[in-house]
């Protein structure tokens, strides 16, 4: 007898089994979900994220009907585990390329319910940067001029996978067009792909910063340097001070 089909229900129903009000506790020092906070209204039940990611990993084969319904869900670690399931079916061989589109058009079709940094993070490098690696990018200059904060996040994200093949075009355009932006959950992403630029195109990140460090956020430039070696960090920081 097969497996049965995963079901929204069922892992929701795991979650449960494993919430514990100790991790309740933990989770409300790293989520802001409070009044005027931008995870206004999110509700978390207390379960580890390396949990949520194990219950991802058990119910890969979850319909992208199924995993919809999970992102439909009030749970934070409900919508969690939708964006972990939907990247780890993004990354797996036999998804193929229809399986992937359809990831990505989900992704995107439903960003209001990919609603904080975790989601963001989980999956836009993995699901939308993964689809576009051979494909035109215009979507993601359309998401980095959004209103919406999480769609300007997946823009700038969605680009580690190209940095991690070799490319840095898209990445270091979005980064230039978000340099302006208000939010600080913008200004760390933008600084942490700009560090990914590290290694393979350090030529390209230093001119970047050369030309844009003075009027960078502090944040951003202090991510984007943090691989440099103490002095090199010094003087972009310096650049920072200049008028």
Do not use: C
């Not at 991790?23 to 209204?41: N, Q």
């Not at 990993?57 to 409900?78: F, N, Q, T």
């Not at 200059?141 to 300007?152: C, D, F, G, T």
């Not at 939010?183 to 910063?209: N, P, S």
């Amino acid at each position: 007898m097969s497996d049965p089909t995963p079901t929204a229900e069922a892992f929701i129903a795991a979650l449960w089994a494993n919430q514990s009000d100790a991790e309740l506790k933990k989770i409300a020092r790293y989520f802001k979900a409070g009044p005027g906070d931008y995870g206004e209204g999110d509700r978390f039940i207390g379960v580890r994220m390396g949990t949520v990611f194990e219950l991802a990993k058990a119910h890969i084969a979850m319909p992208l009907g199924e995993i919809e319904e999970l992102l439909d869900s009030d749970i934070h670690e409900a919508r969690a585990g939708a964006v972990s399931i939907m990247a780890r079916k993004a990354a797996a061989k036999k998804t193929g390329e229809e399986g992937r589109r359809e990831l990505f058009e989900l992704y995107l079709r439903r960003h209001e319910r990919i609603n904080n940094w975790d989601l963001v993070d989980l999956g836009a490098w993995n699901v939308v940067g993964r689809y576009l690696a051979d494909k035109p990018r215009d979507v993601l200059y359309q998401l980095a001029r959004s209103q919406n904060l999480w769609e300007r996040r997946t823009a700038i994200l969605a680009t580690l996978h190209f940095v991690k093949q070799g490319e840095a075009d898209d990445a270091l355009a979005l980064a230039e067009r978000l340099l302006a932006d208000e939010e600080d959950l913008i200004h760390k992403a933008v600084g942490g792909v700009l560090r990914a630029l590290t290694g393979k195109h350090r030529e390209r990140l230093t001119a970047f910063l050369e030309r844009h460090a003075p009027t960078m956020p502090r944040v951003m430039l202090r991510y984007a340097i943090e691989h440099f070696p103490p002095e090199e960090r010094a003087h972009y920081m310096g650049l920072k001070k200049k008028p």
